[in-house]
């Protein structure tokens, strides 16, 4: 065993990391979210999307038992905002993209765990006030500031987690209706374009990295029976750097979690990857 594993407390074995847009935290504890914690008991959760401040949430999901929690929130009130729970302490982070109208929206933060850094991330969405797709060019600013930030981590051969809802879906496979939504934000070409620079940059989308079908999806409209018929976009992602992908033993989807418009997302880590 590593010495990090053994500081950590953690047995040789393989570590859940998990991620979740919860779309509101106060209405997901509603919905059993904190049951399914204590239940799945991730080694690593985030979740994206939570709108709330802690002294907000109850407390059984604002401080579950046996877990680190750590939140980001935007300054705007029930808009946006990140949470991570960890099992055991680690180091955790607000990220900056050095720019108010990034940082404003509550939507970053890290936490380091041993070697491994772990992004998690509400990217924004495309769509403006009146649905039409005004808010691409923040988006793809976002994208790509958090990018550079990141590169000096693959420049230097570390293990990094980005995960998060992305809001994007990569290829024509992501999503139920390709050719429908073209002119879209969530799969503009503009957006697909931008996530292959992430490729490009070494970065690997750690489901696709296993498992090539189509019909696996991560977030459905709430319209009537869109669920039920899986019509759905993957948007949900965690990425691995080149340092962290040996260490991914499996990528999963879970679309039978309810309690948001998104199910979740999970990796197994061999828990060597902690140095």
Same mark, same amino acid.
């Given at each position: ?9 953690? %047995? ?46 109850? +407390?059984?999901? %604002?401080?579950?038992?046996?877990? +680190? ?5 935007? +300054? ?138 189509? *019909?696996?999806? +991560? ?12 019509? *759905? ?25 309810? *309690? ?16």
């Amino acid at each position: 065993m590593s010495d990090c594993a053994s500081q950590c407390g953690m %047995a040789s074995r393989d570590l859940s990391i998990f991620s979740w847009n919860i779309n509101g935290i106060r209405s997901a504890a509603k919905k059993g979210f904190g049951e399914w914690l204590a239940q799945e008991a991730p080694d690593v959760l985030g979740v994206q999307e939570v709108r709330a401040l802690k002294e907000q949430m109850p +407390t059984e999901v %604002a401080e579950p038992v046996g877990y +680190t929690s750590h939140f980001v929130a935007a +300054t705007r009130k029930g808009y946006s905002g990140v949470g991570l729970y960890s099992k055991k302490d680690a180091i955790f982070q607000e990220i900056s993209l050095g720019k108010d109208e990034f940082d404003d929206e509550g939507r970053l933060q890290s936490m380091k765990w041993g070697e491994l850094l772990i992004v998690n991330g509400y990217f924004p969405n495309g769509s403006g006030k009146n649905r039409d797709n005004g808010r691409v060019p923040y988006k793809l600013e976002f994208y790509d500031k958090l990018r550079e930030l990141l590169a000096p981590e693959i420049a230097n051969n570390r293990p990094v987690l980005v995960m998060g809802d992305w809001n994007t879906a990569h290829m024509p496979v992501d999503l139920a209706r390709p050719k429908q939504n073209r002119k879209t934000s969530g799969f503009l070409p503009e957006e697909c374009e931008s996530l292959d620079m992430w490729v490009q940059a070494g970065w690997v989308d750690t489901f696709r990295h296993f498992n090539k079908e189509e *019909g696996n999806y +991560t977030w459905w409209s709430q319209r009537f029976g869109v669920r039920e018929k899986n019509i *759905g976009w993957r948007i949900d992602m965690i990425l691995a750097s080149p340092a962290a992908l040996p260490y991914v033993k499996s990528a999963q989807i879970h679309p039978q979690i309810m *309690g948001s418009d998104h199910c979740p997302i999970s990796v197994q880590v061999d828990s060597s990857i902690l140095g």
